[in-house]
């Protein structure tokens, strides 16, 4: 063996020796190694920050979290237990961006989020990630009063789906209820074609 190699194995022997509870994946999917303790914890900085977050700051905070792939996928999946929806939000957003389908399961249990945001959040993460768990969440965001959640979800929805069946987030309410009774009715031909 090279010495490059032999220096890589003892280094990431090393790395699992010195693991503390704290930084040990939990059962399940396997992923990449945790990052070392003072990565791990400028992570963690990372995700305790979203909920005072907004705007320009919020999106590179959380590109920066997607950005270290692999390795933010435990923390990010502890986030989404978060009692702040922000940081639930978060790091939906940022699973979604990473993009690894052994998170599909983690974010269907927050498509039963208490917070819209949340739950949309999460449905457009599984739709980026090809899981169609997330449709009927969108959908039913369509008909959501504040017209920020209706934009997010149709935005999801045509990216996923390349329709709109004549949705648009601003039209009067009854040009909405039409478009939408469309949508519902193509989510249940493709409900009922994967029975």
């Known amino acids: 063996m090279s010495f490059r190699i032999i220096a890589v194995l003892v280094a990431l022997s090393l ?15 396997e992923y990449a190694t945790t990052p070392s303790p003072v990565a791990a914890a400028r992570l963690q900085a990372r995700i305790d920050n979203i909920k005072y977050q907004r705007g320009v700051t919020l999106i590179a905070n959380l590109e920066r979290i997607a950005g270290q792939g692999e390795l ?23 699973l979604g961006r990473i993009g690894d389908t052994r ?43 504040r017209v920020e959640f209706r934009y997010k979800c149709i935005e999801a929805l045509q990216g996923f789906t390349n329709h709109t069946f ?21 989510l249940n031909r493709l409900e009922a074609e994967e029975l």
């Open 15 to 29: 790395v699992g020796a010195c693991k503390t509870k704290k930084h040990q994946i939990k059962e399940g999917p």
């Open 166 to 186: 004549g949705y648009r987030h601003d039209a009067s309410p009854e040009e909405r209820g039409q478009a939408i009774h469309r949508w519902r009715a193509w």
């Open 72 to 94: 933010a996928i435990t923390a990010c999946i502890e986030g989404l237990e978060s009692p702040d929806a922000m940081t639930r939000m978060g790091c939906a957003y940022a």
């Open 103 to 145: 998170t599909v399961p983690d974010l269907e249990q927050v498509l039963q989020d208490e917070v819209p945001f949340v739950r949309f959040e999460a449905a457009s993460a599984l739709g980026g990630m090809g899981s169609r768990r997330g449709y009927a969440v969108l959908v039913g965001g369509l008909g959501n009063g």
